[in-house]
C-alpha cells in the first residue's frame, strides 16, 4: 500500500518566529496518523523545526541541496549538513528552481544522487507550464522531465517520490480538475512500470498546484494521486490541517 504524504513547502515565507509558531500550532492540530506529514520550511528554520518536531510525527524536508557533498560553494547548502540537522525528504526540480535558477537535468540528477548518498529521500518535482498543456505538449514535456530517474537502481528508486505540479497552477489559484490530476498521475506511474516494473505501484505521486481544503478530498480520491505537495496553504495550520485530514 503507498504512502499517504502531505509536504507544506514554505517557500520563502515567515521569519524565525512565525515559523517557530506556526509548527507549535501544527503539533496541537489533530493531525490523521495515517498521513506522513512533512514540513519543508526554509534553511534558516530547520535547526529549529527540527527540535520542535523531535517528538512529535511530523517529519522535516528541504527546499534544496547543492549537487556536491561540501567545499568551496559559498552560500550553499549541501545534502551531508541538511541530514545532519534531521531532513529525511528534499525537494529536486520544483519549477520555480527550473525557471529561476536555470536547473538543468544534470544538475537535478547529481542532486538526487547527493540525497540518496545521504539518506535522505528526494521528492522529484515535474510538470508543465501553460503554454505546453495548451499545445498539448504536457505528457511529452513531464516524460522528458522524468528521464533522470531512469538512471537509477531500482533500489535507489524506493527511496523516490514524485510530485506533480502544473506549473500554470502553482500560486495563480488555478487547479487541474481532478480528472486532469489523475490523468497525468496515472501517465506518470505508467512510465515509472515502463522503467522500474512493479516498484512503480509502490512509488507516491504527490499533486501540487493550489492543492487547498476546499479542492484535497477530491483530489486525493483520485486512484493515482497520492498526497499533496502544498504552497500557500501550509503557512496557516488549520488550512494544513484540513488537508492532511482530507484522505
Known amino acids: 500500500m503507498r504512502k499517504k504524504i502531505v509536504a507544506g513547502n514554505w517557500k520563502m515565507n515567515l521569519d524565525l518566529e512565525e515559523g517557530k509558531e506556526l509548527v507549535r500550532s501544527l503539533i496541537q492540530e489533530d493531525l490523521s496518523a495515517e498521513v506522513e506529514c512533512i514540513l519543508i520550511p526554509s534553511f534558516v528554520h530547520l535547526s529549529e523545526v527540527s527540535k520542535l518536531t523531535e517528538q512529535t510525527t511530523l517529519k522535516l524536508g528541504s527546499q534544496n541541496n547543492h549537487a556536491v557533498n561540501g567545499g568551496a560553494?559559498?552560500?550553499?547548502?549541501?545534502?551531508?549538513?541538511?541530514?545532519?540537522?534531521?531532513?529525511?525528504?528534499?525537494?529536486?526540480?520544483?519549477?520555480?528552481?527550473?525557471?529561476?535558477?536555470?536547473?538543468?537535468?544534470?544538475?537535478?540528477?547529481?542532486?538526487?544522487?547527493?540525497?540518496?548518498?545521504?539518506?535522505?529521500?528526494?521528492?522529484?518535482?515535474?510538470?508543465?507550464?501553460?503554454?505546453?498543456?495548451?499545445?498539448?505538449?504536457?505528457?511529452?514535456?513531464?516524460?522528458?522531465?522524468?528521464?533522470?530517474?531512469?538512471?537509477?537502481?531500482?533500489?535507489?528508486?524506493?527511496?523516490?517520490?514524485?510530485?506533480?505540479?502544473?506549473?500554470?497552477?502553482?500560486?495563480?489559484?488555478?487547479?487541474?480538475?481532478?480528472?486532469?490530476?489523475?490523468?497525468?498521475?496515472?501517465?506518470?506511474?505508467?512510465?515509472?512500470?515502463k522503467n522500474f516494473g512493479t516498484l512503480a505501484a509502490q512509488c507516491s505521486i504527490l499533486y501540487g498546484g493550489s492543492c487547498k481544503p476546499g479542492n484535497a478530498a477530491e483530489l486525493f480520491a483520485q486512484e493515482d494521486v497520492d498526497g499533496g505537495l502544498i504552497g500557500g496553504a501550509s503557512l496557516k495550520a488549520k488550512d494544513f490541517a484540513a488537508i492532511v485530514n482530507a484522505f
Open 73 to 193: 560553494y559559498t552560500g550553499e547548502v549541501s545534502a551531508k549538513m541538511l541530514q545532519s540537522v534531521g531532513v529525511s525528504y528534499g525537494l529536486v526540480g520544483h519549477s520555480e528552481r527550473r525557471i529561476y535558477q536555470k536547473e538543468d537535468a544534470e544538475t537535478l540528477s547529481a542532486k538526487v544522487q547527493q540525497l540518496l548518498k545521504n539518506g535522505i529521500n528526494p521528492i522529484f518535482c515535474c510538470g508543465e507550464s501553460l503554454s505546453e498543456r495548451k499545445n498539448s505538449q504536457h505528457f511529452e514535456t513531464v516524460e522528458k522531465q522524468l528521464q533522470l530517474l531512469w538512471e537509477l537502481e531500482p533500489k535507489e528508486f524506493e527511496q523516490v517520490i514524485i510530485a506533480y505540479e502544473p506549473v500554470w497552477a502553482i500560486g495563480t489559484g488555478e487547479t487541474a480538475t481532478a480528472e486532469q490530476a489523475q490523468e497525468m498521475h496515472a501517465f506518470i506511474r505508467a512510465q515509472l512500470q
